[in-house]
């Protein structure tokens, strides 16, 4: 089963894929098929198949022979991966439900933040509408740490734009809003300071190593939300050793 969990991760991981490029640009409901971006050639099926395709075409357009981002077929691995390992860790449950809902929220703002720098106010509000109708059968303990937890994502955040002057944007603000909700404040908290180290970290290494120059900006919500993903699996366990090393 959990075998089918990840095949079940790779189709849909594409298709995340699809929605992360096509919601800044709002052309998710476009009934035109998916096209090469350089020379806008129609893709047949057989291009789309996920992972294999990009491997099959070496990483290339069939047609123009550009290079297709390494990016896709990685994030496709990664949902793939995230589906099966959800599966082994919660069963059939319900929290296994909130765990796929979280994956799927990562794929998708991953790709829209790494192609576009941006993290759609739409697929914020439309997974703030999923987990709401989620905590309907699994209701949170207590019942007003994801109000406060929504308060303090955002306001910490917006804390952040005042004193780094832009350090942060908009989009993380909302998502940190959503990531308080869903997650409670103690989640919140680790999630918060988990994307700044591991920020800090990456980003660091870039301008050391002269990727990047320091005046670029790089896009923060893939931190947020690895982090995220950390906090759900390994929260408790991370606060427990932090605690005990006192």
């Not at 981002?69 to 296994?96: Q, R």
């Not at 900006?217 to 605690?243: E, N, Q, R, V």
């Amino acid at each position: 089963m959990t075998a089918i969990f990840f095949l079940f991760g790779l189709i849909f991981g594409s298709f995340f894929n699809v929605v992360g490029l096509r919601v800044p640009d709002r052309s998710l409901f476009s009934e035109e098929r998916s096209y090469c971006p350089n020379c806008h050639k129609k893709l047949q099926w057989y291009e789309l198949i996920p992972v294999l395709s990009w491997l099959f075409l070496r990483g290339r357009c069939s047609g123009c022979k550009a290079a297709i981002s390494p990016m896709y077929p990685l994030m496709e691995l990664f949902s793939g991966g995230f589906f099966a390992f959800s599966f082994w860790y919660h069963g059939w449950s319900l929290p296994l439900i909130y765990a796929l809902l979280l994956g799927s929220l990562t794929h998708i703002l991953i790709v829209s933040d790494i192609k576009y720098m941006v993290l759609p106010t739409p697929i914020i509000l439309f997974f703030l509408a999923l987990f709401a109708v989620y905590f309907l059968f699994d209701y949170p303990e207590p019942l007003w740490s994801p109000l406060v937890g929504g308060l303090l994502g955002a306001g910490m955040t917006a804390l952040v734009i005042l004193i780094s002057k832009g350090g942060m944007g908009g989009g993380d603000m909302k998502l940190f809003g959503l990531l308080g909700f869903v997650m409670g404040v103690k989640a919140l908290l680790l999630t918060f300071f988990l994307s700044a180290f591991f920020g800090a970290i990456v980003g660091g290494g870039l301008l050391v190593t002269k990727v990047i120059s320091r005046k670029q900006p790089i896009p923060f919500g893939p931190f947020i939300l690895i982090s995220a993903c950390i906090t759900h699996f390994s929260g408790t366990m991370i606060i427990d050793w932090y605690l005990g090393s006192f």
